[in-house]
């Protein structure tokens, strides 16, 4: 039976349907199925990192008595609750090299590339397993020995458990050599998430350098274990801090870790070599624009830049209005307030 367009009646149509054995259900069936989908509901767009509650009012020198300090220092979760610190201060100690430590507001011991045993300019108290009162949260930014060393991180579990943050292959990796490892790999692993973490928001974002381990030191064959990255760290009083990890200079410094991100301090490797060196470095603070920033990745061997003295001058022409502090690795500092 042939019909033509705008002719077909509902007699017409049942009996196309008989004909060609196809069951009323079925129609009925696909009928149900193509009915519109009803739109999901939007979804309002996350507010920046920057943005904090009205009640909590930045304020130049916070006490632990003043009510918006407290405000500032609530978890979004009950859960996550920290033992918030009566002074609710960052402490900052750089252990030489890439290895920083941190004791947090909440009371947590953070460690960043903690390379310990074998570091000549990590201070004696550390290069000697054990040093540590507690850890409660390793960071990784990458493979290299001189960031990642398999014994010192062995060491560190066993004694610490903390839980261990590094891309998503380097976590595998260690996982594999250390079993034990509480690694965070479906909590953290890779390039542009952020989680809550023991009451710290840590964002893990790019860097543009390289990534391998060496089982045997600075000797052997490398290991693939990922892409480098850097880390943006929101502790509980609402202060940030990026360190880029080993990097050259990025737009993101500027789109992504300035814009978006708008850390309190920044560390940045000096160097050269590896990474940027004090020109470069200088430049990533006028496009980052922190209020204070720490050199590191220098100092460390003959062939890296051994003083922070250009990096300082530098500064002071590409972004005056940031403030570089040269720290002595197992001296902590106490950072300022930060803009939260």
């Known amino acids: 039976m042939q019909i033509k367009s705008g002719q ?195 964002a893990m974002v790019g860097a543009d350098h390289s990534s391998g381990a060496q089982l045997t030191g600075f000797e052997g064959i490398n290991k693939y274990v990922g892409e480098p990255v850097g880390y943006v760290i929101e502790f509980e009083n609402g202060f940030k801090v990026y360190h880029s990890g080993d990097t050259g200079l990025m737009a993101d410094m500027e789109l992504v870790i300035g814009n978006f991100y708008e850390p309190d301090l920044a560390i940045l490797p000096i160097g050269g070599v590896f990474t940027m060196g004090p020109k470069e470095a200088a430049y990533a603070c006028k496009l980052i624009r922190p209020k204070y920033v720490i050199p590191e990745h220098y100092g460390t061997f003959p062939v890296l830049v051994q003083t922070a003295e250009d990096f300082v001058g530098w500064v002071e022409h590409y972004a005056p209005d940031t403030e570089p502090f040269e720290l002595t690795p197992g001296e902590p500092i106490e950072m300022p307030p930060g803009s939260a």
């Open 8 to 202: 077909l009646t509902r007699r017409d149509f049942l009996k196309a349907v008989s004909a060609s054995g196809v069951g009323l259900s079925a129609i009925a069936l696909l009928g149900s199925s193509c009915r519109a989908t009803p739109a999901p509901t939007p979804i309002e767009e996350e507010k920046p990192a920057s943005t904090v509650p009205a009640a909590a009012e930045p304020t130049e020198a916070p006490t632990p008595v003043e009510p918006a300090e407290e405000e500032k220092t609530t978890p979004t979760s009950a859960a996550e609750a920290p033992e918030v610190l009566s002074d609710g201060k960052v402490l900052v100690e750089w252990l030489g090299h890439g290895s920083f430590k941190f004791e947090t507001p909440g009371g947590k011991v953070v460690l960043l590339d903690p390379w310990l045993s074998t570091n000549p300019k990590c201070p004696a108290e550390y290069r000697t397993m054990g040093g540590f009162s507690k850890v409660d949260i390793v960071l990784f930014t990458h493979g290299h020995v001189d960031h990642f060393m398999l014994p010192d991180t062995q060491d560190i579990v066993e004694r610490y458990s903390p839980k261990i943050i590094a891309p998503w292959e380097l976590e595998f990796f260690i996982k594999a050599e250390i079993p034990k490892a509480d690694t965070l790999t479906f909590e953290l692993a890779n390039k542009g998430a952020t989680s809550l973490i023991e009451g710290l928001k840590i």
